[in-house]
């Protein structure tokens, strides 16, 4: 019954900017650590940012500097904020979230993924 449900890609520019969206919905007790992954055509889906229940976060070395991962807990939503984008950061984005449901059951959740495409 638990969804994970992206919004916020799409086609862009070179340097241009999106911000992505991921609203967890359902019997929900309390969400743990979520992250952004991401899936190029032809490779293995990697980690792009992480965080926590408590608010810290980790960064892939190549999204560093640019990508800002965030969470409104009262939303169970995480966004992640893309700047200065590279056509290398051309994939399908999938978001992620560690929670417990409300029957205590612990589990791993994914996101349908949204496409992000940065071409001139």
């Known amino acids: 019954q638990v969804q994970l449900v992206e919004s916020g890609g799409g086609l862009v520019q070179p340097g241009g900017s999106l911000r992505l969206s991921c609203a967890a919905s359902?019997?929900?007790?309390?969400?743990?650590?979520m992250g952004w992954y991401r899936q190029a055509p032809g490779e293995q889906r990697e980690l792009v940012a992480v965080?926590?229940?408590?608010?810290?976060?980790n960064y892939a070395d190549s999204v560093k500097g640019r990508f800002t991962i965030s969470r409104d807990n009262a939303k169970n939503t995480v966004y992640l904020q893309m700047n200065s984008l590279k056509p290398e950061d051309t994939a399908v984005y999938y978001c992620n979230a560690d929670l417990v449901s409300r029957f205590f059951r612990r589990d791993v959740y994914w996101g349908q993924g949204t496409q992000v495409t940065v071409s001139s």
């Open positions: 965080i926590t229940g408590g608010g810290s976060t």
């Open positions: 359902g019997s929900i007790l309390r969400i743990n650590d």
